[in-house]
């Protein structure tokens, strides 16, 4: 398809109704429900609808940093699905849209988690940890501020190999008191666009351990653990080995937050909690 056509059938898209267009595939996310059209020719894809007030110029540098961003994240070794943002005029408004090709659906990383046996899903964090050790290393001497957020929501696992595919917010180019608005601007819930200015200090510190490898490793642990608690201390034993293998320039800080189960910051919880995002564990 040409662009305009594009453009006119992702329009067509994201004003249609749930029934129409498909339901989401996922209702955990901080941004947008994800959905799969059920039929036309994004069938093959997973479609993502980011709503804010942007203006022009936000959006702008917004489409260009997304752009950016894959492009770092496939020059530092990441494993990504096809992905591109449009911004798409609906409603008198320009709408940035992620088409991204699906995935399998047992190739999710999450629900993979959940039913698998413990080898497996230690098997299923290896995949994960090699993700964010060949992140590590390859952002080393990037001149900007790059982040990344490889939590076992945002990751598949496809023949041994993990697959990052949540590219929004483009953690590319932007300081952190800019990403800290952004994650205002573009927050799902109207609620936090209009509350989020007042919440600014927390909502802004949600972003930090996107930016430290030994967090996202530690997150990635925290995660496994509050989804499978019986089993904490296995997840536990394995970080501090793949970091004592794989990560050695961040291993000591990693180690010093593995003695047990890490929690969640307490800003974080706070912000689901007032985005309805409660019901399941966090990962």
């Not at 090699?130 to 590590?136: G, N, R, S």
Request: include cysteine.
């Amino acid at each position: 398809m040409g662009v305009r056509e594009t453009d006119a059938e992702l329009r067509r898209l994201i004003e249609a109704s749930e029934s129409v267009r498909g339901a989401p595939i996922s209702r955990l996310g901080y941004f947008c429900a994800p959905f799969r059209p059920v039929d036309g020719p994004f069938s093959d894809s997973v479609v993502k609808v980011y709503r804010s007030r942007a203006d022009d110029a936000a959006l702008d540098r917004l489409a260009e940093a997304h752009s950016a961003y894959v492009i770092a994240l496939r020059e530092c070794g990441i494993r990504l699905p096809d992905t591109e943002l449009h911004l798409v005029q609906s409603q008198g408004r320009r709408v940035p849209v992620i088409v991204q090709a699906a995935l399998p659906a047992d190739s999710l990383m999450r629900p993979h988690m959940e039913r698998a046996d413990l080898e497996t899903a230690l098997a299923l964090m290896e995949s994960a940890g090699e993700v964010i050790a060949t992140f590590a290393t390859g952002v080393v001497g990037r001149p900007e501020r790059i982040g990344f957020h490889p939590s076992i929501r945002n990751l598949a696992v496809l023949d041994g190999q993990g697959i990052f595919f949540d590219t929004f917010p483009p953690l590319i180019g932007y300081s952190r008191d800019e990403m800290g608005q952004l994650l205002i601007t573009y927050s799902g819930s109207p609620l936090m666009r209009a509350v989020g200015p007042l919440l600014r200090a927390r909502v802004t510190g949600i972003q930090d351990e996107w930016y430290s490898p030994a967090d996202m490793l530690v997150g990635l642990v925290g995660s496994a653990c509050r989804l499978r608690p019986a089993e904490a201390d296995a997840f536990l034993a394995w970080g501090r080995d793949f970091s004592a293998r794989r990560m050695q320039p961040h291993v000591d800080e990693i180690h010093r937050h593995l003695d047990t189960p890490p929690q969640l910051p307490g800003y974080w919880t706070a912000a689901r909690r007032l985005l309805g995002l409660q019901g399941k564990p966090n990962i």
